[in-house]
C-alpha cells in the first residue's frame, strides 16, 4: 500500500491537474490566441495542481512542516494545517472558476508573507549562499503570478491599474528567469529549470548539455521579457519549458524512485516546477494586457474564459 505522505500529495495533484484540463479545454482550443500563446489558458490549472499537491502534503506531514513556522509566530502545527487548507481552497477556485479575484489576491498575500516571514530573512542571514536568494527569488515569483492572474480576471473593471500590475509582473519575472538561467549556466551538476541544490538523475543523459541548455533558454526568454512586444510570447515559452522539464525530467523520476522519502522529493520536484511553470503562462496573458484611451485589449484564453464565468455569475462575491 502506498505511503500517505506519497499516495495525498500525488493523488490531489494529478485529480486537480485532471479537471483543470477538462474545465479550461476550450481555451486552450480558442482560434484567437496564436501559436505557444495558446497554452497560456493552462497556467492556472498547473497552478492549481501544484497547490493542491502541496496541499496534501501539509495535510500527511503537518508536523514536520510546522518546525519550519518562524519561532515567534503561535500554534505552528494550526498553521502548517491552515497553509494546506488555503492551497486546496484556492486550487479548487482556480479550475471550478469561482471566485478567482479572491483567490487569486489571497495566494499573492499568502507567498508575500513566505518571503518576508521565512526566506527573506534567511537568506539575509546567509547573504553569500547563492540558494538562500533563489529561494527568495521562487516564492516572491508566485506572489507576482499571483497577483499577474488578479489582473488578468479584473483587467474590465480595473484596465489601468491591471496593466499596471502586469508591467511589474513583466519585469519582475524577465529578471529572475535571468538569474535562474545564470544559476543552471554556473551549477551544471543540479537538476535542471528552478535551481536546486539535488544533482541530476544517473538515468538523465547529458545532464550537463541539459542544464546548459536550460540556462540559455531561460536567459533568452528573460531578456525577451524587457521588450514588451515579445514578452508574453517569451514567458510563454518559459513556461512551455518548464512544463516539459516537469515530464521529461521529473516524472519518470517519481516511478525510479524506491523509497517513500524519494517519492516526495520527485513530487515535490515535479509540482514546483509545475508551479513556477504555470505561473509563466499566466504572466504570459498578463502580459498581453493593454490600456488605452478609448478601449482595452483582453488576452483571450486565460481572460476570455475567467470573464465568461465572471459574467454568468455577476452577483457572486466572489468575482466582484
Not at 4 to 20: D, S
Not at 24 to 48: E, I, K, Q
Not at 266 to 273: G, K, L, P, Q, S
Request: hydrophobic share 60%.
Amino acid at each position: 500500500m502506498m505511503n500517505p505522505t506519497v499516495f495525498w500529495p500525488a493523488m490531489l495533484g494529478v485529480l486537480i491537474l485532471v479537471v483543470g484540463i477538462v474545465t479550461y479545454r476550450t481555451d486552450v482550443a480558442a482560434p484567437t490566441s496564436p501559436g505557444v500563446l495558446r497554452f497560456a489558458a493552462l497556467g492556472p490549472v498547473f497552478v492549481a495542481a501544484a497547490l493542491a499537491a502541496f496541499a496534501g502534503e501539509h495535510f500527511t506531514a503537518a508536523a514536520s512542516l510546522a518546525r519550519i513556522v518562524p519561532k515567534f509566530m503561535p500554534a505552528p502545527l494550526f498553521i502548517a494545517y491552515f497553509v494546506g487548507v488555503a492551497h486546496l481552497a484556492a486550487a479548487v477556485s482556480f479550475v471550478a472558476r469561482r471566485y478567482v479575484r479572491v483567490s487569486s489576491i489571497g495566494l499573492a498575500l499568502m507567498f508575500a508573507l513566505f518571503v518576508l516571514l521565512m526566506d527573506l530573512p534567511a537568506a539575509i542571514t546567509r547573504a553569500g549562499v547563492p540558494m538562500s536568494w533563489v529561494l527568495v527569488a521562487r516564492q516572491a515569483t508566485f506572489s507576482i503570478g499571483g497577483l499577474a492572474l488578479f489582473a488578468v480576471v479584473t483587467t474590465d473593471s480595473r484596465p489601468h491599474a491591471s496593466a499596471t500590475i502586469a508591467t511589474i509582473a513583466r519585469l519582475w519575472t524577465a529578471c529572475v528567469l535571468v538569474f535562474y538561467g545564470i544559476q543552471n549556466i554556473l551549477f551544471p551538476q543540479f537538476s535542471p529549470g528552478v535551481p536546486a541544490t539535488m544533482p541530476t538523475a544517473a538515468w538523465v543523459p547529458a545532464p550537463h548539455i541539459v542544464a546548459y541548455l536550460t540556462g540559455a533558454l531561460l536567459v533568452v526568454c528573460g531578456l525577451a521579457m524587457f521588450v514588451r512586444t515579445n514578452a508574453a510570447s517569451a514567458a510563454a515559452w518559459a513556461g512551455v519549458l518548464m512544463t516539459v522539464l516537469t515530464v521529461a525530467l521529473y516524472v519518470p523520476q517519481f516511478f525510479i524512485a524506491q523509497t517513500a522519502p524519494d517519492q516526495v522529493n520527485a513530487i515535490n520536484f515535479i509540482f514546483d516546477t509545475l508551479l513556477f511553470g504555470g505561473m509563466m503562462l499566466i504572466v504570459a496573458a498578463a502580459a498581453r494586457l493593454r490600456t488605452g484611451a478609448a478601449e482595452t485589449i483582453r488576452p483571450p484564453g486565460v481572460g476570455a474564459g475567467l470573464d465568461r464565468e465572471r459574467r454568468q455569475l455577476q452577483s457572486s462575491a466572489g468575482l466582484q
